[in-house]
């Protein structure tokens, strides 16, 4: 496999005020690869976008503080950059499709010109050349008549054609890593599915690699090639998307693929994950799931799990896969040669 464009090793976000310090994410490790998608899925709160926008670094400083690990860009620690490198990486290298398009667009610049502005930053081209290139942009994504949309304003456009904006925005300088946070959130489910297939197309064309941030696990069959499950800030499993769907070793996860509704196997009432989820700014005792999970053991109370690694590059934060990493360990040791 090719080495990862992108490594996440042990991120730690803080929101830090005089009343309270929020562990908003705790510790999330993964690697991304070139013309891969990896999908980043869990409850609201649970860390997903805080950890996106700490990549990009664009959580206000303070409250927010990265408290600990590495994010590495093609070998470089972001974290270490001073703030003129990261503005030549943030939309350039790295680009990002925010969750609601409406908010995210200025409502007093035409569409054209919000294009053209990253192409001229970044790329260092004419006016012409990035207007230019804004037109073919809007044609690529799909907006009909793109020579005359290109003036349009967001507030003329629809939700789905706002989204297709943002995307040729997000497309502009033909990142190498491509961070979509809900991209296809209040839209209705045609739209939702030509958004999908849209961002599938132009993945091969600039073989860019996602990070896909989503709670529908339905979005996550369709897209994805690799899974990170967060619960409290945590990354709690780790798996290729098929091993996931076919046997997930979390509570947590198999909870949440219990509550989607399969054409498979008919169910007379979806199961719920009962509870609610901890309080990021209180500590607490044993593994953050205990509270909720169906199959708590008494040791996981008092002690938090680490990360055991399994069979098939997998990866799961629960005691009851502690074995099954046991032998793990024992097999690679055998192979090594080791007493």
Not at 300 to 313: I, K, S, V
Request: glycine share 8%.
């Amino acid at each position: 496999m090719s080495e990862p464009v992108l490594s996440v090793r042990g991120l730690r976000t803080h929101f830090i005020t005089r009343e309270r310090t929020v562990k908003a994410v705790d510790g999330v490790s993964y690697d991304l690869h070139p013309g891969k998608t990896l999908a980043v899925v869990g409850e609201s709160g649970s860390g997903k976008s805080v950890h996106a926008l700490s990549i990009l670094r664009l959580l206000p400083e303070p409250p927010a503080r990265v408290v600990g690990g590495e994010i590495l860009f093609q070998g470089r620690d972001l974290l270490k950059m001073g703030a003129e490198e990261m503005r030549a990486i943030r939309g350039n290298r790295i680009a990002m499709i925010f969750q609601e398009p409406m908010t995210s667009l200025n409502p007093v610049l035409t569409v054209g010109e919000q294009i053209a502005e990253a192409v001229v930053l970044h790329q260092g081209v004419s006016q012409e050349k990035a207007w230019a290139k804004s037109v073919d942009l809007l044609k690529k994504v799909g907006i009909p008549h793109p020579e005359e949309r290109v003036n349009d304003y967001p507030h003329q456009f629809s939700g789905g054609m706002r989204q297709r904006a943002m995307i040729a925005i997000a497309l502009s300088c033909e990142p190498d890593v491509l961070i979509a946070d809900e991209p296809t959130t209040a839209l209705d489910v045609t739209i939702q599915a030509q958004i999908l297939e849209l961002m599938k197309d132009l993945q091969r064309e600039y073989h860019m690699a996602i990070i896909l941030i989503t709670h529908n696990i339905g979005v996550v069959a369709e897209m994805a090639d690799d899974v990170v499950v967060m619960y409290a800030g945590r990354a709690v499993e780790h798996a290729p998307v098929n091993d996931l769907f076919k046997s997930a070793r979390h509570p947590y996860t198999k909870g949440l693929l219990g509550s989607v509704p399969s054409i498979y196997e008919r169910k007379e009432r979806l199961e719920a994950i009962l509870g609610q989820p901890p309080d990021l700014s209180g500590g607490f005792t044993g593994c953050p799931f205990a509270p909720r999970c169906p199959s708590v053991m008494e040791r996981c109370r008092t002690e938090d799990p680490p990360q055991f690694h399994l069979p098939g590059e997998r990866m799961s934060n629960c005691w009851l896969n502690e074995a099954e990493s046991t032998e793990k360990s024992h097999r690679h040791e055998a192979a090594a040669g080791k007493p």
